[in-house]
């Protein structure tokens, strides 16, 4: 996995990002990063609401990627929701101008089979790729890349 910081993404960037995960993800994840309580929420605020006819699956968690938090109680633990990345479900997804207009710190990981090959830390504002999806994708968009290191 060949990882790299992705900046300047917004408004057009953030769509055409977006339309080449449709094309390379068959799913993604939100990920509330610290639920307060046992039960999953019966409402949902957008865009979780909206993408809710295409849950795959919602399951509790410590660790997602980019992220692992140390646990003090198990009501504290993220809550993950994995949704088929379709173009109807990515079309809600550019309702908002980019990775972090989602709920508050609300992360988004994409997924081919079971390779991520983009996450967010969005508390942070950062954006991370597998290179080994995207060819020169970035080149094409203008966007600034960083390698991590690893």
């Known amino acids: 996995m060949t990882e790299y910081y992705v900046?300047?993404?917004?408004?057009?960037?953030?769509?055409?990002?977006?339309?080449?995960?449709?094309?390379?993800?068959?799913?993604?994840?939100?990920?509330?990063?610290i639920?307060?309580?046992?039960?999953?929420?019966?409402?949902?605020?957008?865009?979780?609401?909206?993408?809710?006819?295409f849950l795959i699956e919602r399951k509790r968690t410590c660790v997602w990627p980019g992220t692992k938090i140390k646990l003090r109680s198990k009501n504290k633990e993220a809550i993950q929701h994995f949704y088929k990345c379709s173009k109807a479900s990515i079309d809600i997804l550019k309702r908002y101008s980019d990775f972090f207009q989602y709920e508050d710190q609300m992360d988004i990981a994409f997924f081919a089979k079971e390779n991520c090959i983009l996450y967010t830390i969005s508390h942070e504002?950062?954006?991370?790729?597998?290179?080994?999806?995207?060819?020169?994708?970035?080149?094409?968009?203008?966007?600034?890349?960083?390698?991590k290191n690893m």
């Open 125 to 147: 504002e950062i954006i991370v790729v597998d290179m080994k999806y995207w060819n020169d994708f970035f080149k094409k968009i203008e966007c600034k890349l960083i390698k």
């Open 7 to 33: 900046f300047e993404i917004e408004n057009t960037k953030y769509k055409l990002m977006l339309d080449k995960l449709c094309n390379l993800s068959d799913r993604f994840c939100l990920v509330e990063p």
């Open 35 to 53: 639920a307060d309580t046992k039960d999953f929420p019966d409402i949902l605020p957008e865009p979780k609401g909206e993408l809710e006819k």
